[in-house]
């Protein structure tokens, strides 16, 4: 079971701060985006990667980074603050 | 909410308003060597892609706000010589002509201080976990990132490091 967390539009569109996942871990970030994809197939381009940024333990990933158990796993849209 | 202070770094996340003066006072007080101090100020504006917006709203996310504005004034920090620093941003429910988000450098020369006052602000804007919805007469809705951002802050990239020069002058 993984804990994914959501932010801004992506929580709002989606109706829900978070979901936990039955994906078996390590995983890849962009095998939890496919997971989401699929997961959420109406919302499927909240998750494009050119869209939602992956952070793991507060940390800017990238797809090929590796997701563990008890990791903290967020996505969320462009950042638009300042 | 947050407050993360050392002796000459100041980075803090909060809901209530700043003041510009208390902040001057903190870069400036017993400071002799600082000779330059620029100061920047971020307001909520009555347009932008839509017409008449009446406030903002603005998301974080917590913890990783703070690693990532840490992460950005110390690369500010190596790149130029910096005496103070103090950096602000707001969160929660705002209206216009409020302010956002303030970043203070005092330094012993101007070039640093308006460098590295612009250096914070354009990685801010690309990187830190900070989300605006508009409020406008017609309903909300979430601010899309700019491409003249991203740029701007690509811009740094490809500048050379200060910190390599060895002459520097006034």
């Known amino acids: 079971m993984l804990k994914i967390i959501f932010f801004a539009k992506i929580k709002d569109n989606l109706c829900r701060d978070f979901i936990e996942i039955e994906i078996e871990t390590p995983c890849s970030v962009s095998d939890v985006r496919n997971y989401l994809k699929n997961e959420f197939s109406d919302h499927h381009h909240l998750f494009s990667e050119d869209y939602a940024t992956c952070a793991i333990n507060h940390e800017i990933s990238n797809e090929k980074n590796m997701i563990r158990k008890g990791d903290e796993v967020a996505f969320f849209p462009p950042v638009t603050g300042g | ?170």
Request: aromatic share 10%.
């Open chain 2, 1 to 170: 909410m947050t407050d993360k202070k050392s002796e000459n770094i100041k980075i803090v996340i909060q809901e209530k308003d700043f003041s510009i003066e208390n902040e001057y006072y903190f870069l400036s007080s017993n400071l002799p060597g600082a000779g330059a101090i620029v100061t920047f100020v971020g307001r909520v504006r009555d347009f932008s892609e839509r017409p008449e917006v009446t406030g903002l709203i603005l998301e974080h996310y917590p913890l990783m706000t703070e690693k990532s504005l840490s992460g950005i004034v110390g690369q500010a920090r190596e790149r130029w010589d910096i005496q103070r620093l103090s950096l602000i941003h707001r969160v929660g429910e705002l209206s216009v002509e409020d302010q956002i988000v303030y970043v203070g450098v005092s330094s012993a020369h101007r070039d640093d201080a308006f460098e590295a006052c612009r250096f914070v602000m354009d990685y801010l804007k690309t990187e830190a976990p900070f989300w605006k919805k508009e409020r406008t007469s017609s309903g909300e809705a979430w601010v899309e990132a700019r491409e003249k951002d991203q740029r701007a802050r690509e811009r740094w990239e490809t500048l050379p490091d200060p910190a390599s020069d060895h002459d520097r002058g006034m």
